[in-house]
Nanobody, 121 residues
Framework: QVQLVESGGGLVQAGGSLRLSCAAS????????MGWYRQAPGKQREMVAT???????NYSDSVKGRFTISRDNAKNAVYLQMDSLKPDDTAVYSC???????????????WGQGTQVTVSS
């Protein structure tokens, strides 16, 4: 079993910064993709940023140039540096970790409990 523990959410004024952290622990032998997703009230969950084991990143258009995802493979941790925050960034942010699995499953998908980010105008 894998557990994800997130930290770093909170309340910040528009234009401010926050850094989210997510550490995976448990029966982890290898981690493939890692990422951050968010869900605002009344909206569907959306991808914010993802990063492969090799470090290739992908961002949603709404956060490009403002957010930076990174990971520490030795610690099985993923981070999200959020700068120039806007009120529209207000949401519950959850980390996601993908690990290999034997056929026919091939991948396990794990989610953190979520951390609230609130940006005031």
């Amino acid at each position: 079993q894998v557990q994800l523990v997130e930290s770093g959410g909170g309340l910040v004024q528009a234009g401010g910064s926050l850094r989210l952290s997510c550490a995976a622990s448990g029966s982890i032998f290898s981690v493939k993709g890692m990422g951050w997703y968010r869900q605002a009230p009344g909206k569907q969950r959306e991808m914010v940023a993802t990063i492969t084991k090799g470090g290739r990143t992908n961002y949603s258009d709404s956060v490009k140039g403002r957010f930076t995802i990174s990971r520490d493979n030795a610690k099985n941790a993923v981070y999200l540096q959020m700068d120039s925050l806007k009120p529209d960034d207000t949401a519950v942010y959850s980390c996601n970790v993908i690990t290999p699995a034997p056929p026919p499953i091939y991948e396990y998908d794990y989610w953190g409990q979520g951390t609230q980010v609130t940006v005031s105008s």
